[in-house]
């Protein structure tokens, strides 16, 4: 069955279709086309609280394109969500409205605990969860969404304003990382062996550039070595000679910054970074809909 989420973030949207699948009582589900558009809702939103009738624009006619695609491919069902940007922008509900009205296109917020247990549901032939428990971690360009599992059970989840963007800016307070460090702490990781799971494509391209690349995992030591090499660079130097996209090489520092802070603090000696995201998380539950199981949320 093929089914479509879309994912607005604060740096980038993204539209993926994807067959879905159910293998020996897991769902799976395997990508067909994946379409990012880097939106940077967020730079509007964290730097003046709300969406410029520029960026308005942009965030139109990119679901005019996802559209067009979506007649292409067909799929069973389609849902679109939004996140920190779009939560926190002074004029959310009247872009909400004018998609709907101009595109018959349904965009809804989610908050943090949502999104966490969204992409809970993603599995794909990249991760590996030998352990009972895991720890999910979603850094995106506005917010740091971490759960924690006992197999499929959620035991504790939190979201923190602490994104890319936002250290970018430097509008993260000692506050807010404070209490992400508190956290970390009282889940006292280092009692029992756990499955570290991170999504983003921030996550992904730290570990394609400096981890194992074969397991999709990075260690400490080199997440540490691998944001060393990138402050040695500019950001110009970053996408003229490492080849990095401009959307990617202004916030793959603040990235490294997150996830050393969360992997120290947490005593995280490996993540793994199976490629998997929110847009995964809602094709699996268009798929449990469709087949009457039990929804996170759609």
Not at 23 to 44: A, H, Q
Request: contains cysteine; hydrophobic residues 40%; glycine residues 8%.
């Amino acid at each position: 069955m093929i089914f479509a989420g879309v994912d607005i973030g604060s740096n980038a949207g993204r539209l993926l279709i994807a067959t879905v699948f159910e293998k020996e009582g897991k769902i799976f589900s395997e990508k067909i086309t994946l379409v990012r558009v880097p939106l940077r809702l967020g730079f509007d939103v964290f730097s003046k609280g709300y969406i410029t009738s520029e960026k308005e624009e942009f965030l139109l006619r990119t679901f005019e394109a996802y559209d067009q695609l979506m007649k292409v491919y067909q799929p069973l069902d389609m849902f679109a969500c939004g996140t920190a940007a779009i939560r926190e922008a002074r004029n959310n509900i009247e872009i909400i409205d004018r998609l709907k009205m101009e595109l018959g296109i349904e965009l809804h917020m989610i908050d943090g605990k949502k999104e966490s247990e969204i992409i809970s549901t993603a599995e794909n032939s990249n991760m590996s969860k030998p352990h009972p428990y895991s720890l999910y971690i979603d850094v995106g360009g506005g917010s740091a969404e971490i759960s924690w599992f006992h197999h499929d059970k959620l035991l504790k989840t939190r979201s923190f304003d602490i994104g890319t963007i936002r250290v970018l800016f430097d509008q993260v307070p000692l506050s807010e990382w404070d209490s992400l460090k508190d956290w970390l702490i009282e889940l006292k990781l280092e009692d029992q062996p756990f499955n570290c799971i991170c999504s983003g494509g921030n996550v992904n391209k730290l570990t394609k550039l400096f981890g194992s690349r074969d397991k999709n995992t990075l260690s400490y030591s080199q997440l540490v070595e691998g944001h060393e090499f990138l402050e040695g660079y500019s950001v110009e130097d970053r996408i003229e000679k490492m080849g990095l996209r401009a959307d990617r090489a202004d916030v793959i520092v603040p990235a490294a910054i997150i996830f050393k802070k969360i992997m120290k603090w947490g005593k995280i000696h490996e993540l793994q970074a199976p490629k998997i995201g929110l847009a995964d998380g809602l094709v699996v539950d268009l798929f449990k809909k469709q087949t009457g199981k039990p929804t996170k949320f759609v």
